[in-house]
């Protein structure tokens, strides 16, 4: 039974939404081979293999370059079928039944995906990284990025300033080409809201693209 107030718990491993099959599926849609993908995301055949296979899960710069080699919007990748756009969008997602992806570092939610090509991308975050060593490289991608912290406590590391300590009520907006990423320091996994821009235009080069 889900608690009657504060955050939503972060949903079992059991009950994560796999991206294996999805981006199996879409790779065979486009008429794809794993090395035209490769070519087209960046992300080499062996990574898009194990992935396809549920041996790796993507990380969210990963996701991204998924998204653009694929030519589909991010919520595809996460099981949301694409839906006709018509003026005055609008979608209501329910406490608990977004689309949920685990990566290494984090869980997401992702909120309101039924609307594709949204010009961000709103993803209620569990932090489960403990340490900056977790990452190896600091991630990095085209865009902006905003979070707001909903429980806990984090550290925002950044390419260019001192790591920073944020709590319950704290927030941070920054470059996305800057290195980043969050590691929990509370007894709980943080949990934040977290916004990310669309990626409309190339993506950088990426020193954190699969090996």
């Known amino acids: ?6 955050p939503a718990s972060a949903p079992e491993i059991d009950d994560y939404a796999p991206i294996s099959g999805t981006v199996q ?10 090395s035209e993908l490769s070519k087209a995301s960046g992300i080499s055949a062996s990574a898009l293999s194990k992935i396809e296979n549920g041996q790796m899960s993507p990380t969210y710069d990963t996701m991204i370059r998924l998204a653009k080699g694929l030519d589909v919007d991010m919520p595809e990748l996460f099981g949301a079928s694409p839906k006709e ?24 939610e992702m909120l309101c995906a039924d609307i594709t090509n949204k010009a961000f991308v709103p993803l209620l975050t569990t932090i489960h990284a403990r340490s900056r060593e977790d990452f190896g490289t600091l991630t990095r991608h085209e865009g902006e990025e905003f ?35 969050l ?10 809201l977290w916004i990310a821009t669309r990626v409309f235009g190339p993506l950088a080069s990426d020193p954190l693209a699969l090996p």
């Open 1 to 6: 039974m889900k608690p009657a107030s504060g």
């Open 85 to 108: 756009q018509i003026n005055g969008r609008r979608v209501i997602t329910r406490r608990g039944a977004g689309l949920v992806q685990r990566t290494p570092h984090y869980s997401y």
């Open 25 to 34: 599926a879409l790779r065979q849609r486009a008429g794809l081979t794993l």
């Open 183 to 192: 590691v929990s320091v509370s007894d709980e996994p943080a949990m934040v």
């Open 147 to 181: 979070f707001y912290v909903m429980s806990g406590a984090l550290l925002l590391y950044t390419e260019h300033y001192a790591p920073t300590r944020l709590e319950a009520g704290d927030c941070a907006y920054f470059d996305s080409r800057m290195g980043h990423a």
